[in-house]
Nanobody
């Protein structure tokens, strides 16, 4: 089994910063893609940023230039640095990972989510 545990959410004023972490553990051979998604109340879950195993990144237009996604492959951990936060960034943020297990199959996993609240 594989578990993703997020941390780093909280309450911050507009213009502030937060850093989210996502630690993966369990039967992991490799993590192909790590991603961050968010879901605001009454809205669908949306992609925020992803990073591949070779470091290629992609961002939603709404966060480009403010958020930075990174990963530490040795620690099986991903990060989302969020700067210049806006009230519209308020949401539950979820970590997502496509993991190749030791026996060769690839599965998708989700973390439990961490709340980010940006006050105006």
């Amino acid at each position: 089994q594989v578990q993703l545990v997020e941390s780093g959410g909280g309450l911050v004023q507009a213009g502030g910063s937060l850093r989210l972490s996502c630690a993966a553990s369990g039967n992991i051979f490799s993590i192909n893609v790590m991603g961050w998604y968010r879901q605001a109340p009454g809205k669908q879950r949306e992609l925020v940023a992803i990073i591949t195993s070779d470091g290629t990144t992609n961002y939603a237009a709404s966060v480009k230039g403010r958020f930075t996604v990174s990963r530490d492959n040795a620690k099986n951990t991903g990060y989302l640095q969020m700067n210049s936060l806006k009230p519209e960034d308020t949401a539950v943020y979820y970590c997502n990972a496509r993991v190749t297990r030791s026996f060769g199959a690839t599965y998708e996993y989700w973390g439990q989510g961490t709340q980010v609240v940006v006050s105006s």
